[in-house]
């Protein structure tokens, strides 16, 4: 019985994808780790510390389709160690005369530790391929939306006049450092664990370093010299990784959530499938229900990255106090920061925009978010500091009065003779004052083109 959004049946994939549930599955996890052992007797079998046919038969025995699933089942029921009953059933599989070499000079948490980098190293690339198509539904949508005006926000409040592309382009600059650093630690932290019992490897003596050399290339991974049972970076750097993309995409969602409140009505995310409802009492709402999650999946992961940063502090040459902590921690954090990609996609790859909304909205105060244009203008020719007292005791009487800024300016003495009509003209117009916002969507866009061009995408 599921007891877990991750792992429920018919309320499925709520916080969590098919494919991403796939790569932990129990089944799977245990696959891993006979793949760890296969790997392991071959290379020992190479190098002649086994004999060629226990190798050969540990090899064609670690599936589980060869294994009593029963007797693992039952072992789990009085062993409390990880991946004994799973060895049992290897050793059985294999016959007295083969089993025996089975785990050869690797202990538990070799063969854990090492399904763990297996387990994201398919997680990674499952994130990385979504982030590549949030960065080209984001490119589309900077170019689209590249002199597309709305107001730019601080504090909550309006500030001054931006392009929707502008901030398209901030999110795809994000989302591509994203990529670099999922790329990062794809190519330099997937390193495997081999150690034995507190990582001398005294039981292969001279030949446990090549025996590891031989088991990570078998296995598609790093070679490490030292053993990292108690040395845990790499791991939570990947998870840092992981958690550092979903937060940049929270704060993605939490726009969309803010800009599509309906008295701002500036973007919505994409709808569900045709006929579906998102409110059970007000069928009039259309809630943004993949933004919220990703929003909640960005808490939760952000969580559980303080207990893998915890659990780097431990002691000793082995300390299963603080990587049992670990061990639960990683999947959950994979799941939610792959599942926060995919959500994250189906928003930008179907994101509405409201061109019209975003100038309504910039003109709710009228020229008086052209403040800074002025101040500036006017700056040269009166001064930046008297400039900026007068347009702030103008701004206050224009909000008082409900009249235009410009307005009260023709009236104050210094700023009369010197206000020119151009300046009045983009006053009023306010929408023309978006700085290099062309320029730096244009920039940015070339960037990440390139990049991707470099890196055989389209």
């Known amino acids: 019985m599921a007891v877990h959004p991750i792992d429920f049946e018919l309320q499925a994939d709520a916080y969590s994808t098919p494919e991403l549930r796939a790569v932990f599955d129990e089944r799977t996890r245990i696959g891993r780790w006979l793949r760890f052992e296969a790997a392991l007797a071959e290379a020992q079998g190479d190098l002649g510390i086994i004999p060629e046919a226990a190798a050969a038969r540990i090899v064609d025995a670690a599936t589980l389709e060869r294994l009593d699933l029963e007797a693992i089942r039952a072992g789990y029921q009085t062993s409390r160690n990880s991946v004994m009953p799973v060895l049992k059933a290897l050793r059985a599989a294999c016959g007295p005369e083969h089993g025996e070499f089975v785990h050869h000079g690797a ?26 198509s949030v960065e080209a539904a984001l490119l589309a949508l900077a170019e689209r939306h590249r002199e597309t005006p709305m107001i730019g926000r601080s504090h909550g409040q309006q500030a001054i006049p931006i392009t929707f592309g502008m901030k398209a382009a901030i999110w795809l600059g994000e989302i591509r450092r994203h990529i670099e ?41 790093t070679y490490c010299l030292q053993s990292w049972h108690t040395a845990r970076d790499n791991i939570a750097d990947i998870c840092a990784v992981l958690a550092m993309a979903t937060v940049s995409q ?57 207990v893998v940063m915890e659990a780097m502090s431990q002691q000793n040459e082995r300390d299963p106090r603080a990587l049992w902590s670990e061990w639960m921690a990683v999947p959950q954090i994979a799941i939610y920061a792959g599942t926060a990609t995919a959500y994250l996609d189906q928003v930008i790859g179907g994101l509405e925009v409201f061109p019209e909304r975003m100038l309504h909205n910039l003109n709710l105060h009228g020229d008086l978010v052209a403040s800074e244009w002025l101040m500036f203008r006017l700056a040269g020719k009166i001064g930046k500091v008297k400039a900026q007292e007068i347009l702030h005791q103008a701004g206050q009487t224009a909000v008082d009065q409900q009249v235009s800024l410009v307005d009260i300016l023709r009236d104050v003495p210094e700023v009369a003779p010197v206000l020119e009509e151009h300046d009045v003209a983009v006053a009023r117009q306010p929408e023309l004052y978006s700085g290099m916002a062309t320029g730096i969507v244009d920039d940015t866009v070339g960037e990440v083109r390139s990049l991707r061009a470099a890196e055989g995408a389209v």
């Open 107 to 132: 202990t538990t948490q070799d063969v854990v530790d090492t399904g763990i980098v297996l387990e994201l190293r398919d997680t990674l690339a499952i994130v990385l391929r979504d982030l590549r």
């Open 181 to 221: 650093r999922v790329k990062r630690v794809s190519d330099d932290g997937l390193f495997g664990q081999f150690g034995g019992a507190v990582g001398t490897l005294a039981a292969l003596g001279d030949q446990g370093p090549d025996v590891k050399r031989r088991l990570m290339a078998k296995l598609g991974l």
């Open 250 to 306: 929270a704060k993605i969602a939490n726009e969309v959530f803010e800009l599509g409140r309906t008295e701002v009505g500036e973007l919505r995310e994409p709808p569900a499938s045709p006929g579906a409802m998102s409110s059970s009492t007000m069928p009039h709402k259309r809630n943004p229900v993949l933004c919220q999650r990703i929003v909640v999946l960005a808490s939760h992961v952000r969580g559980l990255l303080s």
